[in-house]
Nanobody, 125 residues
Framework: QLQLVESGGGSVQPGGSLRLSCVYT????????IGWFRQAPGKKREGISC???????FEAESVRGRFTLSRDSADNTVYLQMNSLKSDDTATYYC???????????????????WGQGTLVTVSS
């Protein structure tokens, strides 16, 4: 069964850090792009980071220099390390994957084949 399960969300003060995890099962990243989206209340969903099938990573301008995507193939897990968090980063974060694009976070919605259940990140003092 193909599945994505996120964890690691929570509450943090501005300037703090969190690390989100996404465990992927039933498929190989040799054939899938994997990455992260987020959606804040009342706002459109935003693609923020992806890893292509070669392992190259890309980040949206809104998080570049603060968020880093990495993977641990032995544990079938990708991580989103989030540093220097701001109140604008408050959102539900979703892991996603697809075979239909090199960078899932830039892909049209109907190209995305797998979604996780989401994990909430709240940045507040």
């Amino acid at each position: 069964q193909l599945q994505l399960v996120e964890s690691g969300g929570g509450s943090v003060q501005p300037g703090g850090s969190l690390r989100l995890s996404c465990v992927y099962t039933g498929f190989s990243l040799n054939y899938y792009s994997i990455g992260w989206f987020r959606q804040a209340p009342g706002k459109k969903r935003e693609g923020i980071s992806c890893m292509n099938m070669k392992g190259d990573t890309f980040e949206a301008e809104s998080v570049r220099g603060r968020f880093t995507l990495s993977r641990d193939s032995a544990d079938n897990t990708v991580y989103l390390q989030m540093n220097s968090l701001k109140s604008d980063d408050t959102a539900t974060y979703y892991c996603a994957a697809t075979t239909r694009a090199q960078c899932v976070s830039n892909a049209p919605s109907d190209y995305i084949e797998l979604w996780g259940q989401g994990t909430l990140v709240t940045v507040s003092s």
